[in-house]
Antibody, heavy 121, light 108 residues
Framework: QITLKESGPTLVKPTQTLTLTCTFSGFSLSTSGVGVGWIRQPPGKALEWLALIYWDDDKRYSPSLKSRLTITKDTSKNQVVLTMTNMDPVDTATYYC?????????????WGQGTMVTVSS | SYVLTQPPSVSVAPGKTARITCGGNNIGSKSVHWYQQKPGQAPVLVIYYDSDRPSGIPERFSGSNSGNTATLTISRVEAGDEADYYCQVWDSSSDLYVFGTGTKVTVL
């Protein structure tokens, strides 16, 4: 059974750097084709893909946020970390991590429960 | 960047059929995935590869994709189907992921 869980601060100040951790179980990020992605959702708004890291450490970022994002993995700890610099109130959102299976055509089949992050001074 | 456009809302009576569209340039050449999101919950994958259902998803959910439009169809709609629905594609050429604008389905 695959599970993912996001953790990190619930409140950050403008200009600060946000660091979120996704801790997962039930799969290995060493398996060919597998990835873990981050997706966010501002209150009342649509889902927005942010970043994804593959089993081979290849990384992809949303073009609109690429300069502010870094995604890394620690395979031994079953964790994926997302950092976002220069936080702004518009970055207030629920942040999700999700499992991207091999051969799934780019779908995210299992999601974490999400973690709400508020950006405010 | 690739854009996916969905109608903001769809209303349907119980027992009827709801169709949710997802428009994108030549979307028929891509694999489309659909997610259901109920209030306060994480999204759930209901359709992948245009028309495949993950285990546990009722057969009432089906999908199609051709030309510039993909469609999620919910047959025999139930009150429990009331939710937001999002389409998503993986642009394999750029290796980027895109979500649609979302559609709120209301069961009358």
């Amino acid at each position: 059974q695959i599970t993912l869980k996001e953790s990190g601060p619930t409140l950050v100040k403008p200009t600060q750097t946000l660091t979120l951790t996704c801790t997962f179980s039930g799969f290995s990020l060493s398996t060919s084709g597998v990835g873990v992605g981050w997706i966010r959702q501002p209150p009342g708004k649509a889902l927005e893909w942010l970043a994804l890291i593959y089993w081979d450490d290849d990384k992809r970022y949303s073009p609109s946020l690429k300069s502010r994002l870094t995604i890394t993995k620690d395979t031994s700890k079953n964790q994926v970390v997302l950092t976002m610099t220069n936080m702004d109130p518009v970055d207030t959102a629920t942040y999700y991590c999700a499992h991207r299976p091999a051969g799934g055509g780019g779908a995210f089949d299992i999601w974490g429960q999400g973690t709400m992050v508020t950006v405010s001074s | 960047s690739y854009v996916l456009t969905q109608p903001p809302s769809v209303s349907v009576a119980p027992g009827k059929t709801a169709r949710i569209t997802c428009g994108g340039n030549n979307i028929g050449s891509k694999s489309v995935h659909w997610y259901q999101q109920k209030p306060g919950q994480a999204p759930v994958l209901v359709i992948y590869y245009d028309s495949d259902r993950p285990s546990g998803i009722p057969e009432r959910f089906s999908g199609s994709n051709s030309g510039n439009t993909a469609t999620l169809t919910i047959s025999r709609v139930e009150a429990g189907d009331e939710a937001d629905y999002y389409c998503q594609v993986w642009d394999s050429s750029s290796d980027l992921y895109v979500f649609g604008t979302g559609t709120k389905v209301t069961v009358l």
